[in-house]
């Protein structure tokens, strides 16, 4: 069964800090997305990783993908009050010719950026 | 449509009800899921349609729940005897293919269930 971890579960951080979420995954995938939502609001897509050593980056995120460690970081440079959201990872389960292609999301990350 | 839409946003019936989700896919979107998402938690797979028929429902909690696709485009979620513990978000998503790349998802707003 594949499992999704993701830590820390809370953060909070002061504007202008730097600070890295953690994304565990139990068996292999071939492809990971990094989701933003927030408060009473649907999944916003942020990111697709489909390599390993695959990195992308948008404005202060970015996320990477070691495929060896099952590990995936969602990096988050110079915060701002606007990223405050609460940050899902979520690994395929079914790979490609599979017969499903459901995500297995991880428990989630709320961030608070603090003034 | 441009994206995914869910009605209704928010539906509160009391226990032992039934309910009926629907969600409407991107145009052209032939692969279709539904997720339940409880509060504080991550979002759980319930059931994934390639076209009209449910190619992945190994997510539905119980034989309370069901979803048809009758058109492969439009899709209904149904709970029959609704319980407490059913209360949650429930999201719509869907993508181009099932598989691949470009099957990446796309979700709609989702319905808040409320069980009283």
């Known amino acids: 069964e594949l499992k999704v971890e993701q830590n820390p579960l809370f953060l909070s951080m002061q504007e202008g800090k730097n600070y890295t979420i953690y994304c565990n995954y139990s068996?292999?995938?071939?492809?990971l997305y990094w989701y933003r939502q927030d408060p009473g609001k649907s999944l916003e897509s942020l990111f697709v990783l489909l390599s390993n050593g695959a990195v992308k980056q948008e404005g202060r995120l970015m996320a990477s993908l070691d495929t060896k460690a099952r590990l995936s970081t969602l990096h988050i440079t110079a915060a701002v009050h606007d990223l405050s959201a609460t940050y899902f990872c979520?690994?395929?389960?079914?790979?490609?010719?599979?017969?499903?292609?459901?995500?297995?999301f991880g428990t989630g990350t709320l961030l608070a950026v603090q003034p | 449509g441009a994206g995914v839409s869910q009605t209704p946003s928010n539906k509160v019936t009391e226990k032992g009800k039934y309910v009926e989700l629907r969600c409407d896919p991107i145009s052209g979107h032939t692969a279709l899921y539904w997720y339940r998402q409880s509060l504080g938690q991550g979002p759980e797979f319930l059931i994934y349609f390639q076209g009209t028929g449910a190619a992945d429902d190994s997510g539905l909690p119980n034989d309370r729940f069901f979803a048809v696709r009758p058109e492969g485009s439009v899709s209904t979620l149904k709970i029959q005897r609704t319980e407490r513990g059913d209360s949650a978000v429930y999201l719509c998503a869907s993508s181009p293919t099932g598989q691949g790349p470009s099957s990446e998802a796309f979700f709609g707003q989702g319905t808040r269930l409320t069980v009283v």
């Open positions: 979520a690994v395929v389960l079914g790979g490609y010719g599979g017969a499903t292609n459901k995500l297995i």
């Open positions: 068996t292999t995938s071939d492809r």
